[in-house]
């Protein structure tokens, strides 16, 4: 029986909101409430609260927010649910892990920075990898 829901099971397993909830409830959290405010408390970071609007403005920040939700997902999957060791950690591995690629992508557009990259880690998917 095909209901149409093929297309809502696709825009879940593609939406980045749904990953992330998916990626916190992997590491044990089960309270709808808890989950939830991590992850908005993840989308600030990311996006400066604004997910439905965000559009990096300069190459460093399309790869600085790269960056964040990569680093983010590899925490979440090793089971750490601590949102905000999490962002201190990315935060001060910045230096380290991003200076050497920003000074790559100085004065190239998002749109050049996106086929340097792998495809999963584009900016435009918003997926927790």
């Given at each position: 029986?095909?209901?149409?829901?093929?297309?809502?099971?696709?825009?879940?397993?593609?939406?980045?909101?749904?990953?992330?909830l998916?990626?916190?409830?992997?590491?044990?959290?089960?309270?709808?409430?808890?989950?939830?405010e991590?992850?908005?408390?993840l989308?600030?970071y990311?996006f400066?609260?604004?997910?439905?609007?965000?559009?990096?403005?300069?190459?460093?920040?399309?790869?600085?927010t790269i960056?964040?939700?990569?680093?983010?997902?590899?925490?979440l999957?090793?089971?750490?649910?601590?949102?905000?060791?999490?962002?201190?950690?990315?935060?001060?591995?910045?230096?380290?892990?991003?200076?050497?690629?920003?000074?790559?992508?100085?004065?190239?557009?998002?749109?050049?920075?996106?086929?340097?990259?792998e495809?999963?880690?584009?900016?435009?998917?918003?997926?927790i990898?």
């Amino acid at each position: 029986m095909n209901n149409g829901t093929g297309n809502f099971t696709t825009l879940f397993s593609y939406d980045w909101r749904s990953k992330l909830l998916v990626r916190l409830n992997n590491t044990g959290l089960w309270d709808v409430n808890e989950l939830i405010e991590k992850a908005t408390q993840l989308e600030h970071y990311f996006f400066n609260g604004e997910y439905a609007n965000y559009a990096p403005q300069s190459p460093e920040e399309h790869i600085t927010t790269i960056h964040k939700i990569r680093m983010t997902g590899i925490h979440l999957r090793s089971g750490c649910n601590d949102v905000d060791k999490i962002i201190e950690v990315v935060e001060n591995s910045k230096a380290y892990l991003l200076d050497h690629l920003i000074e790559k992508v100085k004065g190239k557009s998002i749109e050049e920075i996106n086929a340097l990259i792998e495809p999963r880690a584009n900016i435009n998917s918003f997926m927790i990898p």
